[in-house]
């Protein structure tokens, strides 16, 4: 029996990887093959070493300020391509990128059944997040197995008409990874103004946080040190150019606000652990806070994972200047409100997904 993996991004390659260790273990009964577009060039290599994944196919599809419809037909025909050369008795696909969704099309193009890593995720707001919301949902309606991390997940499928039998509740893998990397000691460095200063760290990324959303986050983060001498943030700023520009514009001669290159992911998850809050418009931040118990104020109107604001640990804030900096203060100056914010616990799942999606795919293939 043959997998194929595909993947594109750092996040995919995060919540994948202990997919792809599981079905190692396996080798005696499958064949496990990685497959690697290069959506996230830089960023998806250093968490493929990380997790000591060597690719079986690199296409390198990255192109500087490439569009959606550029890079959505490149990436068909060359997966279409490398899906006749495997002939793989499956393909697995994580998420919600643009990766997953030519991909999932180009596997049913080869009626070749696709298995759909954290799947029935949904905000019902096609441009938000965009255009991830519509690559889930159509990579929804193209997979045959549908791995969805929580209840909610699975009742969307539902929803949807998936078939129940078709649906299966497994975890997020995001905190298989987490805790795999938890295990592993990091020497981590900052070079803060002071040691004592309470940390923030910051993550911006989103498409349509582009403009003047950006531009009002890094208005509210310099309101922030300004008003909270106690306080410094480190802000790993995103390779596109739409969020460097502004936000070296705005904050680079900020000297309690440090702007950092994009951290390998082993550094990034202890620094989520070392860190007193978290802003930003991640995903799969979402998801990992609460495991760590760190409160984190969502910079964004709506989610697709309402689990985690259930939870108490994180709280949509949106992108308005004034609406960050309250939040903010309120969880910097009120103790009982962070307390109430930091709680351990995870609804996403106890660190075994990838296990029960192998297993899964192992009985029903």
């Given amino acids: 029996m043959r997998f194929l993996t595909i993947l594109g991004t750092r996040p995919e390659a995060i919540k994948l990887a202990p997919v792809i260790l599981e079905l190692q273990k396996h080798l005696d009964r499958v064949e496990s093959l990685v497959c690697v577009t ?53 393909v697995l696909v994580q998420g919600d990128t643009t990766t997953v969704m030519m991909s999932a099309l180009a596997a049913f193009y080869e009626r070749i059944p696709v298995g759909h890593v954290e799947a029935g995720l949904r905000t019902r707001d096609r441009y938000a997040p965009f255009p991830e919301e519509i690559n889930r949902r159509l990579t929804g309606v193209l997979a045959t197995y549908h791995f969805a991390p929580t209840e909610r997940a699975a009742a969307a499928l539902r929803h949807e008409h998936v078939p129940e039998d078709h649906i299966f ?15 592993r000691p990091i020497d981590l ?22 403009g003047l959303p950006i531009e009002s986050l890094c208005l509210a983060l310099r309101d922030i040190v300004h008003r909270n001498a106690d306080v410094e943030i480190v802000f790993p700023v995103h390779l596109n150019p739409n969020v460097r520009r502004p936000v070296w514009r705005i904050l680079g001669e900020e000297p309690r606000i440090h702007l950092l290159d994009p951290l390998p992911y082993g550094h990034f998850v202890h620094l989520m652990a070392r860190c007193y809050l978290i802003l930003t418009d991640s995903g799969g931040i979402q998801e990992e806070a609460p495991v760590l118990g ?43 409100a962070y307390a109430n914010m930091a709680q351990t616990g995870s609804p996403f799942g106890d660190g075994r997904a990838a296990q029960r999606i192998v297993d899964i795919l192992l009985r029903v293939l």
């Fill in 38 to 90: 290069g959506q996230h060039r830089e960023m998806l290599d250093d968490v493929l070493k990380w997790f000591q994944i060597e690719p079986d196919y690199d296409l390198n599809l990255m192109h500087p300020n490439q569009s959606l419809a550029e890079y959505s037909s490149r990436s068909l025909i060359a997966v279409d391509k490398i899906l006749k050369r495997v002939k793989p008795d499956v």
């Fill in 169 to 183: 509740i497994t975890g997020n893998t995001v905190v298989d990874a987490l805790r795999m990397t938890l295990r």
């Fill in 189 to 210: 460095h900052l070079s803060l103004k002071n040691e004592n200063s309470r940390l923030i760290l910051v993550t911006a990324h989103r498409r349509e946080s582009f």
């Fill in 294 to 336: 760190k409160p984190t104020l969502v910079m964004r109107e709506v989610t697709e994972r309402p689990e985690a604001i259930e939870t108490g640990v994180t709280r949509l804030v949106g992108t308005s200047r004034a609406r960050i900096v309250m939040e903010t203060e309120r969880l910097l100056h009120d103790p009982i």
